[in-house]
């Protein structure tokens, strides 16, 4: 284990990760009960297996990497639990679980509609454009290959610049 | 670098914005957009897109995170975050109707109508014009502001009037409206090192500041005002690094600010609240 006082140096460093780690959540979970229940559980196993955290890199690479495993095992349940079979997740285009829609309680419209894309999208998004992951980083984050990234993205910004048609048009 | 070679433009152009192609694939989309309009208006939507999910994504670092959830990661187990889920985002309730409307009204001014149903403006940059996001900002929200940049400053700036100074309580009194006492939290490992006077929603705020043993700076934040409906009840709230608990009493609005790593602040804010 590492000493005491490193120890609390990692926690203060997750603290400092914590809402960017929560806005990476919400792009996985798509609603905001489970992005912070997903949150507290990557936490948790941070801070217990903080010893494996080499220091190298970005502490949110390796954080954000454990978040999308741990939301692929979910995934994995819930389907079990449904009847819907244990296909992987992370092999299928277009992932089945539908954003809550009205359900959800979303801070503000635009969130909404950027966690209203298909799922993978906005993570890519995120990951290489809003946080300047390379095209590698956000690959072996998201454990998906690099053709997969380089499509989603430029899928991901046509579909937030019809977002910008679609919220004139509304407002016209 | 990528090879993007046979893939579709959109994706191609996409891969051109990032800087993930090659030096001689680069030269290609440059020339290839220099000569073909569809090639231009496909790497200005890319662009648009970029400029909009940008802004959106930017707010969801606003979004406070849960106060608990903090402390759990300070203190280890213990806590169950659970039983307390996101805490009040109430200040960003307007902002919440504003914000698409400002960058509706501001893109709009870039779309022009053509043959394609719409077509995206030149712009010199990224696409979309600045948007004025100057809304619904609560004292909280200056108050969070002030103390990103005074906790960060020495010793000697960090306060106007530094402790010592027998006329704090009367000056921050009178200008601000609000009889108070000096709370002493050494019993909380505080020190006070002075005090000053900022503005917060247009009206005048005391401000006295404290730091702990690591040199973490807290600060204490008054303003007067109405008697509300939630005279008492504490609020917690956080932005980015910094974690706040207001409250309401007496004609007075409170907010104890600290470091949002630290897991004491509520049992700060209980002692100020009973000392103040």
């Known amino acids: ?172 | 670098m990528q090879n993007t070679k046979g893939l579709a433009l959109e994706v191609r152009l996409s891969a051109y914005i990032d800087g993930e192609v090659n030096e001689a694939e680069r030269k290609e989309l440059e020339q290839l957009v220099a000569r073909d309009d569809e090639a231009r208006l496909v790497l200005e939507m890319l662009k648009a897109g970029n400029a909009f999910g940008n802004k959106a994504f930017e707010e969801f670092l606003h979004d406070p995170v849960p106060l608990s959830l903090v402390r759990r990661i300070k203190q280890g187990p213990g806590v169950n975050p659970k039983s307390e889920r996101v805490v009040n985002a109430a200040p960003r309730q307007a902002r919440l109707r504003l914000w698409p409307r400002a960058l509706a009204a501001s893109i709009a001014l870039l779309l022009v109508g053509g043959s394609t149903g719409f077509i995206i403006g030149k712009t010199g940059n990224d696409g979309v014009a600045p948007v004025d996001m100057a809304a619904a900002r609560t004292w909280l929200d200056d108050i969070a502001d002030y103390h990103r940049i005074y906790s960060r400053q020495t010793a000697e700036h960090l306060v106007e009037v530094p402790a010592g100074n027998t006329k704090i309580e009367s000056w921050l009194a009178s200008s601000v409206g609000v009889n108070f006492a000096l709370p002493d939290l050494s019993d909380k490992g505080l020190t006070f090192e002075g005090a000053r006077l900022l503005v917060a929603a247009g009206k005048p705020v005391a401000q006295l500041m404290y730091k702990d043993e690591d040199g973490d700076v807290f600060a204490i934040c008054f303003l007067k005002s109405r008697p509300g409906t939630t005279d008492g009840k504490m609020t917690e709230s956080m932005r980015d690094d910094i974690a706040m608990i207001s409250w309401q009493k007496a004609g007075a609005a409170y907010v104890v600010v600290g470091p949002s790593a630290d897991a004491n602040l509520q049992q700060l804010a209980d002692a100020v609240s009973a000392t103040i």
Not at chain 1, 83 to 105: C, F, H
Not at chain 1, 112 to 129: D, H, Q, R, T, Y
């Open chain 1, 1 to 172: 284990m590492r000493p005491a006082a490193e120890s609390n140096e990692f926690r203060r460093d997750l603290v400092s990760v914590l809402p960017k780690l929560r806005r990476f959540a919400m792009t996985l979970t798509r609603n905001a009960a489970d992005a912070d229940d997903l949150v507290q559980e990557v936490c948790e196993r941070a801070i217990t297996r903080n010893h494996l955290w080499n220091g190298e890199g970005r502490l949110e690479s390796w954080i954000y990497a454990m978040t999308r495993n741990l939301w692929i095992d979910e995934i994995r349940k819930r389907k079990v639990r449904t009847g819907g079979g244990t296909v992987d997740a992370s092999e299928q285009d277009e992932l089945s679980i539908e954003a809550s829609g009205e359900k959800a309680v979303y801070a503000n419209q635009l969130q909404k509609m950027i966690l209203s894309m298909p799922e993978g999208l906005a993570s890519v998004f995120l990951l290489v454009n809003v946080e300047g992951h390379s095209y590698r980083e956000a690959a072996d984050i998201l454990k998906i290959p690099i053709g997969t990234v380089m499509s989603r993205l430029s899928t991901a910004r046509m579909r937030l610049a019809a977002m910008i048609t679609e919220t004139t048009e509304r407002r016209a």
